[in-house]
């Protein structure tokens, strides 16, 4: 069984395991980094969101800002390459564009912010791009 068939995606919007339910929110809270492929779980967000329903989401995000922190990307870039941070942080994806998976996706609209998380500790600076924001079906 693949993922899109454990989500209950077989194309059709009007199948799959939400089909009665179609909430007008929802919300993910730093999970897409950790998804193995965040699409198929996007798709199947949009699929179940009633018309006119918001998706909020908060994700930490690769580097944006590769001007002020373009050494914290490459760090990313390296960690999420030898699957250091990926073992350890339980399938974490540091250098993951996940705005632009979410703006591909189908939404009608979708309203981000970016910025600078606060860290406790250097070692988590790479973790410190996030994205917030609402994607309306």
């Not at 395991?17 to 198929?40: A, C, G, H, Q, W």
């Not at 949009?46 to 329903?53: F, H, N, T």
């Not at 990313?76 to 979410?102: E, K, M, P």
Request: one cysteine or more; charged letters at 25%.
């Amino acid at each position: 069984m693949d993922d899109e068939e454990d989500l209950g995606q077989s194309g059709d919007e009007d199948e799959g395991p939400l089909t009665m339910f179609r909430p007008s929110k929802l919300e993910y809270t730093y999970v897409l980094f950790s998804v193995p492929n965040i699409d198929p779980v996007l798709r199947e967000v949009l699929r179940v969101l009633a018309p006119g329903g918001k998706f909020y989401f908060l994700e930490h995000i690769a580097e944006f800002d590769l001007v002020k922190h373009g050494l914290r990307k490459k760090i990313q870039n390296v960690l999420d390459r030898v699957c250091v941070w990926y073992f350890i942080f339980n399938g974490c994806h540091l250098s993951r564009d996940t705005l632009a998976h979410i703006e591909r996706t189908g939404f009608s609209s979708v309203d981000a912010q970016k910025y600078h998380a606060p860290v406790s500790s250097i070692i988590f600076d790479v973790d410190s791009p996030c994205v917030q924001g609402i994607a309306v079906k």
